[in-house]
C-alpha cells in the first residue's frame, strides 16, 4: 500500500438548500467513518475555521486513491491536492 498527503478544500455554494447540505454533509460523514474504520484514511486533521481538512490516505495506488476521493459525496465541490509519501530515512527508508 501506498500513503498519500491529501489535502481537501471544500466550497459548497451557499446557495445549496439547507436540507440537502444536511444530507450531503451526512453521507461524507458516514463515508469517512468507514474509511478510517478501514484504514484508508490513516489519519486526519480539520484545517481550524475551515470545513477544509488535511490528512494521510492509505490506497494501493493513486488510481486507487482517485476512486476513492472521487467517490465521497463532496467530491463535486472539493479541490484536491494530493502527493504521494516516502518513507524518511529517519524512520527506516533507504537514504537518497
Known sequence: ?????VRITVALPQALEPARRAELVAAERELGRRL????TIVRIWRVPATPNNVGVWSAADATALHAVLRSLP???WCTFDVAALATHPLEGGPEV
Open 1 to 5: 500500500m501506498a500513503e498519500f498527503l
Open 36 to 39: 478510517v474504520e478501514d484504514g
Open 74 to 76: 463532496l467530491a463535486g
